[in-house]
């Protein structure tokens, strides 16, 4: 078989698989439909076994670079669907507990998945462009499935427009690039931004609208307008989707654009992180406060976790990139941890994305008020759940590289940000609950999100085995 063939063999796979899914799904006449969910399941296995499988133990470049497989993509792609997965059995639940069941969710679910895995593997400015309007079509599409909801349409419209938005600035920069370079190629760009001819000043100027792009899919401020309406307005399973693998997805793309093409200017794309971290930090956690809806308040939380996140950036340094995919890989399971809660906790067809509706909630179930107990914890920062070993990282990697400042600065947000995380634990174990309504749903979400809320601890225990896969991930 060709190497180019091989080497993107699993993104041909999903797409023929995906491609199966939707057959499968036009043809089936069941109402609940199981065949489709189990289809896409397997699916998301087979091609995780297949990365796994084809493992490059050295990076290997295809389609006249333009597409490369290393341990940094390989590492993502297991990880996108594995996580994928869990996200699909949480929205499962959902789906049919709100009779909101389409088998069109799970179809659209595997193209974003494509679009995510083109993007981890993208050594080009234009597969970096193709993945992520794959990506970005398939989940406008999801926010507006439930076409009867105001807030679902209006979120879906939101989106839409910021993220057309985004993506003429990103294609505004990347021809302004390849003007100045020749190349839409990664590493070509590269080397020929330091060749005499090049202008510095206009090289900036592209850079900015490429960074606006990546911002605008972190949801980093201030380019964060679309964050809590779509996390608010979108069917809870939607917004428990791209908040999390979509994630891991920008991740790559920062790395693809910011390390691989553009380090040599690395000491002017750090001075525009630096505002948007400071920014996404302040917004995040100062709005957040604020908030009566779960799902509102989450999303400011990603805000000020994005701008947590971009400090390993700024760092500048294989460890401080090393901790920013640390920091992104806590936060999906932190994150698919309170979105599941809020999934299990919904009833007889109506959302629990009310901080009340976590009132008393150790009297009617203590052993998931623990779980969520654990998730909170995590995203406050206390020790020793895994995300205060994600924020420590990039604050060592921030301090080493000189920026004690902006260390001083995070640490000052982070404390802010803890009073909106205990609240949540002050209304599970100290307020009294409006019903002692139990808990309904299947035995694979209560073994599932447990498992979630478990790791979350068990990860901060042993932070080195988590850390020492993303080390691994970009040495190769």
């Known amino acids: 078989m060709n190497v180019d063939l091989i080497i993107i063999l699993p993104e041909i796979i999903l797409l023929a698989l995906a491609c199966l899914v939707l057959m499968v799904d036009a043809f089936s006449k ?24 084809y493992f490059p133990y050295k990076a290997q470049v295809a389609f006249n670079g333009s597409f490369v497989s290393d341990y940094m993509s390989a590492i993502l792609k297991v990880l996108i669907c594995g996580i994928t997965s869990v996200v699909f059995l949480y929205s499962y639940e959902y789906l049919k507990e709100h009779k909101f069941l389409k088998g069109e969710y799970f179809v659209l679910g595997l193209f974003a998945v494509l679009g995510m895995m083109i993007m981890t593997s993208a050594y080009s400015l234009l597969s970096v462009y193709l993945g992520l309007e794959l990506l970005s079509l398939s989940l406008y599409a ?15 419209m939101k989106y839409f427009v910021l993220g ?18 020749g ?8 080397e020929r931004i330091n060749v005499d001819n090049v202008s510095h000043m206009h090289l900036i100027y592209g850079m900015i609208f490429l960074i606006v792009g990546i911002a605008f899919k972190l949801g980093a401020a201030p380019f964060h307008m679309w964050v809590p309406d779509v996390y608010q307005g979108a069917p809870t399973s939607v917004t428990l989707f791209i908040s999390t693998a979509p994630k891991l997805a920008a991740f790559a793309m920062a790395m693809r654009v910011l390390v691989d093409g553009l380090m040599p200017l690395v000491s002017d794309w750090q001075s525009i992180l630096i505002i948007l971290a400071v920014l996404s930090m302040a917004t ?14 989450l999303a400011y939380s990603t805000i000020a976790h994005i701008g947590f996140f971009l400090l390993g950036f700024i760092a500048g340094t294989a460890s401080g990139f090393s901790a920013s995919m640390f920091y992104i890989i806590s936060y999906e399971l932190m994150t698919m941890g309170a979105f599941g809660m809020i ?15 976590f009132k008393g909630l150790s009297q009617r179930s203590p052993w998931f008020a623990f779980v969520m107990l ?10 020793p759940f895994l995300g205060f070993w994600s924020k420590w990282f990039v604050l060592q990697e921030l301090v080493a590289s000189g920026f004690v400042e902006i260390a001083a600065i995070a640490v000052l947000f982070s404390i802010i940000g803890v009073y909106y995380y205990l609240r949540i634990i002050k209304l599970m174990y100290f307020d009294e609950p409006d019903s002692m309504t139990t808990i309904k749903s299947s ?7 447990s498992i979630n809320g478990i790791l979350i601890l068990v990860l901060g225990l042993a932070p080195n085995v988590l850390m020492s896969i993303c080390l691994m991930a970009l040495a190769g």
Request: net charge neutral.
């Open 343 to 357: 999934i299990l906790l919904g009833r007889n067809g109506l959302e629990a994305d009310m901080l009340f509706d």
């Open 374 to 383: 654990c998730v909170m914890f995590s995203m406050a920062g206390v020790p």
């Open 284 to 297: 995040g956690n100062i709005i957040a406060i604020a908030q009566t809806n779960m799902k509102r308040m």
């Open 30 to 53: 069941d109402p609940l439909h199981l065949l489709t969910y189990w289809t896409t399941q397997a699916s998301l296995l087979v091609v995780m076994a297949l990365v796994l499988f």
């Open 183 to 190: 190349s839409l190629d990664l590493l070509t760009i590269s």
């Open 443 to 449: 035995k694979k979400m209560h073994f599932v999100l």
């Open 142 to 156: 999801m926010v507006a499935m439930q076409r009867e909801s105001k807030a679902a349409s209006e979120a879906a």
């Open 164 to 181: 057309a938005i985004a993506s003429g600035m990103l294609l505004y920069g990347i021809s302004i690039i390849y003007g100045l370079t």
